[in-house]
């Protein structure tokens, strides 16, 4: 069973439009394509219903996704959706309901919002929802003591929390992304499983320091498609580093769906994962078909629940 443990669904109302414009002046800056022409292709990423999802699964072998909303609408640089958050949240729960077999839900939502406690606990207990998403880009630290009340309810079930680490580009803001933030909240919450996703981008050796001192910390690579079209050597002895510190359990495969889909496609980003050894060996490096099958599968089954 392969899962993908790092998906969105956008819709161009689900985020605020400081978050768009960030967004194209960023990649234009990045691809050194003109802006209008990134504006254009927005509209490509949009998939509210999942249906483009299903597509991209299927062609890539892929059998689950763990889909979670991004809550920046307190961000002062990019502003409230026009849809609310708990009704954003209540779609991705309803898209999970009626594809089981296909989808895992988990509820995002800014813990400052005053909102949150009770958004998290009907997320659970009403809609399905299978743990908590926090983006620090959104400048709150992972280890604010607003963010702990939702952390007792995720523990109530024995529901991880994903947790972005990581520098984000505009409108957004890196300093709570960084993995340090995360100690305080794994060591107050020993029985809450955190998700680390991205590795920390740049500062995946911190990841990996801290991870290696609280059990209860996990690393996804999702995102690092573009480190792995520019320079393959980096992702995999990136890889092989986190897997020598933490080993094989901790570690999850993720694409951060829609985001990279036109750095590698969906298929090809699979297919790299799966063919590790191959790729591995190619560069001076080992991987195992165990090691494989414990990212892209076992370990999001155990830590989500999944049957």
Excluded: C
Excluded at 260 to 271: A, E, L, N, S
Excluded at 295 to 301: L, R
């Amino acid at each position: 069973m392969i899962i993908d443990s790092h998906v969105h669904l956008l819709a161009q109302d689900w985020l605020g439009e400081g978050f768009w414009n960030g967004f194209v002046w960023l990649v234009s800056r990045v691809s050194g394509r003109d802006e209008e022409r990134i504006r254009k292709i927005l509209p490509s990423m949009w998939d509210p219903q999942a249906e483009s999802l299903f597509r991209d699964m299927a062609e890539a072998g892929i059998d689950s996704s763990v889909i979670f909303p991004i809550d920046y609408g307190l961000t002062p640089s990019v502003g409230e959706a026009a849809v609310p958050i708990a009704d954003i949240n209540k779609a991705y729960a309803s898209l999970a309901r009626a594809y089981p077999d296909r989808l895992v839900a988990l509820v995002g939502v800014d813990p400052r919002r005053k909102e949150a406690p009770s958004l998290v606990e009907t997320a659970v207990r009403d809609w399905g929802m299978r743990g908590l998403k926090l983006h620090p880009g959104a400048d709150f630290s992972p280890s604010d003591e607003a963010a702990y009340p939702l952390y007792e309810l995720v523990a109530q079930h024995n529901l991880p929390v994903v947790t972005h680490t990581g520098p984000v580009g505009q409108p957004l803001y890196s300093r709570y992304a960084q993995p340090i933030h995360l100690d305080k909240a794994a060591a107050d919450f020993p029985q809450v499983n955190f998700i680390a996703a991205h590795m920390g981008y740049g500062w995946y050796h911190e990841a990996v320091a801290i991870a290696s001192a609280k059990p209860n910390i996990y690393l996804d690579f999702a995102g690092w498609q573009l480190e792995a079209v520019r320079n393959p050597g980096e992702f995999f002895s990136a890889l092989r580093f986190v897997l020598d510190k933490l080993g094989k359990d901790r570690v999850l495969f993720g694409s951060d769906w829609p985001f990279f889909r036109r750095v590698m496609g969906h298929d090809k980003w699979q297919t790299l994962v799966k063919e590790l050894p191959r790729h591995g060996q190619e560069a001076g490096l080992r991987f195992t078909e165990d090691e494989v099958k414990a990212m892209t599968g076992e370990n999001a089954k155990r830590l989500f629940g999944l049957k």
